[in-house]
């Protein structure tokens, strides 16, 4: 997976090209996925010249056109049909996207969506951070919620003792407080 940070106002499809290139110098690509903007007859060629199988749906509009007409690509002919062919099996690669959806919505509805970082340098190492938060935040809940040990990702032989009752945060409800008269300050002077 790479990241890039771009001004608010662009596009994600012109990011598409330079992201699976950087991805392809650091990773072995072996499928890509990638929702219905990303479907056009470069993206696809980039993932196979790359060696990746892309896994990205066409849209309503889609017709098939072959290699022999004007513009045409192999790889997009191949995939359509394999698409129409085999959608059960094509749809199981391409819903692995909904695992990186899905947090992304999580991310976003926890830590937030905003940057509050003015350069882009800056802006990089926050949104990196919030990704390293995040996955911090999800082992942390993972441990507790299957009871995996502190010290490896194995299952304990034994069940992990219940944290002591006092090490919780207690919230104390405290009845509300008189209202004052109109003017009257808080602070319990007597100004007005």
């Not at 049909?81 to 059960?88: I, L, N, T």
């Amino acid at each position: 997976m790479r990241d890039q940070i771009t001004d608010r106002n662009c596009h994600d499809t012109t990011q598409f090209k330079p992201l699976v290139k950087k991805a392809a110098e650091t990773f072995d690509l072996q499928e890509v996925s990638a929702d219905k903007a990303y479907s056009t007859y470069d993206n696809l060629d980039l993932i196979e010249s790359l060696g990746g199988k892309p896994f990205i749906p066409f849209k309503s509009s889609a017709l098939l056109v072959t290699t022999s007409h004007k513009g045409g690509s192999k790889v997009w002919t191949r995939l359509f049909h394999f698409f129409q062919m085999h959608r059960e099996e094509f749809l199981e690669h391409y819903h692995g996207r909904s695992n990186v959806e899905t947090a992304f919505s999580m991310l976003k509805r926890v830590i937030g969506d905003t940057l509050r970082s003015k350069h882009p340098v800056a802006q990089t190492n926050e949104a990196l951070l919030m990704v390293i938060c995040h996955n911090i935040r999800c082992r942390i809940h993972e441990a507790y919620e299957l009871g995996w040990s502190r010290c490896s990702n194995r299952w304990p032989t034994r069940k992990l003792p219940e944290p002591p009752e006092n090490a919780r945060p207690q919230i104390k409800l405290q009845a509300r407080p008189k209202r004052l008269g109109k003017g009257a300050h808080t602070c319990g002077c007597r100004r007005r």
